[in-house]
T-cell receptor, first 109, second 111 residues
């Protein structure tokens, strides 16, 4: 069964305190790994797509990396506006996204 | 370019009723997928439509159905509502490839 696990469930950081979120997956036929950001009451906002082990993508304070079994979302010097739920998803056969439960990030100033 | 739009944004129904939700994809996108998001189960795939045909389906009962029109707009219907159907229903559109872009969702409350 396709499975995506995210850790930690929640993370509290001080402004400027860098950290990483983890997404591990067990799937057959991985067609891509996606990171989304979701703010309360809103739909997920697309951040990154990674397709192969070793690939990295960056956007502002965020950097996503991919290995054969997991992905990391590194947050460098976060700001309070980075507070959100970060969702990891894998695309499997059937053009279906399988999501993890998410990591709730709170950045305090 | 306008994003994915969903209507209505909020809906309150009672058990046993049925409901229809609407989704307009990004212009030019032909694929529309529907997801259910609940605190307990997270985001779960319902189904995908491409060029008016259901291309893929998740593990939901037959009470959940959908359709897509020739202009790519999609509707999702839930019949005989149950309390457990209370959720945020999200629509995502894509060109047909892997990257999906989500709308703001419809918050359904079943009383």
């Amino acid at each position: 069964e396709d499975q995506v696990t995210q850790s930690p469930e929640a993370l509290r950081l001080q402004e400027g305190e860098s950290s990483s979120l983890n997404c591990s997956y067990t799937v057959s036929g991985l067609r891509g790994l996606f990171w989304y950001r979701q703010d309360p009451g809103k739909g997920p906002e697309f951040l990154f797509t990674l397709y192969s082990a070793g690939e990295e993508k960056e956007k502002e304070r965020l950097k996503a990396t991919l290995t054969k079994k997991e992905s990391f979302l590194h947050i460098t010097a976060p700001k309070p506006e980075d507070s959100a739920t970060y969702l990891c998803a894998v695309l499997v056969e059937g053009n279906k996204l399988v999501f993890g439960a998410g990591t709730i990030l709170r950045v305090k100033s | 370019k306008a994003g994915v739009t969903q209507t209505p944004r909020y809906l309150i129904k009672t058990r046993g009723q049925q409901v229809t939700l609407s989704c307009s994809p990004i212009s030019g996108h032909r694929s529309v997928s529907w997801y259910q998001q609940t605190p307990g189960q997270g985001l779960q795939f319902l189904f995908e439509y491409f060029s008016e045909t259901q291309r893929n389906k998740g593990n939901f009962p037959g009470r959940f159905s959908g359709r897509q029109f020739s202009n790519s707009r999609s509707e999702m219907n839930v019949s005989t509502l149950e309390l457990g159907d209370s959720a945020l229903y999200l629509c995502a559109s894509s060109l047909g490839g892997p990257e999906q872009f989500f709308g703001p969702g419809t918050r359904l409350t079943v009383l």
